[in-house]
């Protein structure tokens, strides 16, 4: 794994051999991005079949995978990965271990070859929304770096730079981590796509003065009725948006929605280390003994979303039905379905 703790100033590749430390990539980002920590459960899980005893393969496996669900709870492709790596051990559970072991690794894969699928589908529809010229304001980062492919919101940038389009970027530092500013900045410069860095409360202004024509982030999951949670910060740029009447665009993989969770209020949402509010590398920044809050992620209400883009398709709103149709294949909004290529 590349390690985005030290990106931009330093490029490390971590090498795991052992899934506990997999698990603790994905607690302490080394790895984030919410399809990006579904194929890594899915690998981790894989690796660590590879040592379990085949006297009690199953029920050790299970525990395993209540260990992976642990890691973060926001992103529902954690889940949707350990269930479908779940599913392989139910399905197959008669037949001997190495074959069980040589079944996850092929479904491990075929996650990942899916996930590189999914990201350049919805990063065609998606490039068919932004304008021939503008500039795209993004929270957060939604690239390669946080999928196993070109990214989502990032993807759908790139692929409208690739068709012609004179496409610029503003992103959002996105604090407390700084993804925005450490790992969106990172990965549009090596695309030599035009991007400044802005703080997160700067984005107001910048509508304000007409200079962004489109809002487009990720998801970690989407409701059934188009509820989106996603990095803290997207539900204050989504107000923003609506205030000035600027499209506000998610790329969500079918993976990341969660038809199961009926809207927004259902979706647990991760508090993480006061240490990454206090603290910018290393060095403290509050006064001692003050109270700090740290929600990971927040919910943008559907009513704020323009359009969902999916591999299979662009939804509108109603959301309860078009992203129905989009997961279960049948296709809706602007695009047509393409069916999912066999792995």
């Known amino acids: 794994m590349l390690d985005q703790r030290l990106l931009p100033n330093r490029e490390v590749y971590r ?41 009690r393969f199953s029920r050790d496996f299970e525990k395993l995978c209540r260990a992976f669900a642990a890691a973060r709870p926001t992103a529902v492709n954690l889940f949707w990965a350990i269930e479908r790596m779940r599913r392989v051990v139910r399905e197959n559970g008669q037949r001997p271990v190495d074959t069980l072991r040589t079944l996850l690794e092929r479904e491990a894969l075929t996650i990942y070859e899916e996930d590189l699928d999914a990201n350049r589908r919805l990063s065609e529809h998606g490039a068919a929304l932004l304008p021939r010229k503008g500039t795209i ?17 990032l993807g759908v940038i790139v692929a409208a730079r690739d068709a012609g389009k004179k496409i610029s970027v503003f992103a959002d530092e996105t604090r407390p981590v700084l993804q925005g500013a450490r790992l969106t900045a990172w990965e549009l410069r090596r695309e030599r796509i035009p991007v400044t860095v802005i703080t997160d409360n700067m984005a107001g202004h910048f509508m304000q003065r007409g200079k962004i024509d489109a809002v487009i982030v990720g998801t970690d999951r989407t409701a ?3 509820d989106v949670a996603n990095k803290i910060g997207t539900y204050s740029v989504a107000v923003l948006a ?35 509010v206090s603290h910018v590398n290393g060095k403290m920044l509050t006064p001692r003994g003050v109270k700090i809050a740290n929600p990971a992620f927040d919910v943008t209400p559907h009513e704020l ?13 109603p959301y309860s039905k078009s992203l129905a149709r989009l997961v279960g294949g049948a296709g809706a909004g602007d695009a047509p379905v393409r069916k999912r290529r066999s792995t």
Do not use: W
Request: a neutral charge.
């Open 15 to 55: 090498l795991y051999r052992d899934s506990a430390d997999v698990i603790r990539a994905i607690k302490e980002l080394v790895v984030r991005g919410a399809p990006a920590i579904g194929v890594a459960a899915a690998m981790g899980l894989a690796l660590g079949a590879r040592s379990l005893p085949g006297d």
């Open 137 to 153: 304001l993004t929270h957060c980062n939604a690239g390669g770096l946080a999928t196993a492919g070109i990214g989502t919101a």
């Open 224 to 226: 059934a009725n188009g």
């Open 242 to 276: 609506a205030r000035h009447k600027i499209p506000f665009y998610v790329a969500a993989p079918t993976s990341s929605i969660d038809l199961a969770c009926k809207n927004g209020e259902k979706i647990p949402i991760e508090e993480r280390s006061p240490d990454e």
């Open 305 to 317: 979303v323009t359009a969902i883009i999916t591999e299979n398709g662009v939804a509108r709103p």
